[in-house]
């Protein structure tokens, strides 16, 4: 079974690609959190699991991340993509 880990970097609007952020910057939120993501991940079709001590390799401060799994025909960046929308559903923007 494969499982993609999904960090809040991917997503945050604050960060460049350098940086760590997977998405384009009209999708990119401002400090998305675990819980978004795991909700995003939901609302895509996929089971996700909050590790919250988790730390992101270009950050120093935890934020946690999102194991998502059932995602065997998927590839990263298509799942990457479709959460990254649905956090912007999610928040209203």
């Known amino acids: 079974m494969v499982e993609n880990v999904l960090y809040p970097a991917y997503f945050d609007a604050a ?53 998502v799994t059932g995602t065997d025909e998927t590839a990263k960046n298509d799942l990457v993509q479709a959460v990254g929308a649905y956090l912007g559903v999610i928040r209203g923007d």
């Open 15 to 67: 960060r460049t690609r350098s940086e760590g952020r997977r998405v384009p910057g009209d999708l990119a939120v401002s400090e998305p959190t675990v819980d978004e993501i795991a909700k995003a991940v939901q609302q895509v079709g996929y089971d996700a699991r909050i590790e919250r001590d988790t730390t992101y390799s270009r950050e120093y401060e935890p934020r946690g991340s999102v194991i």
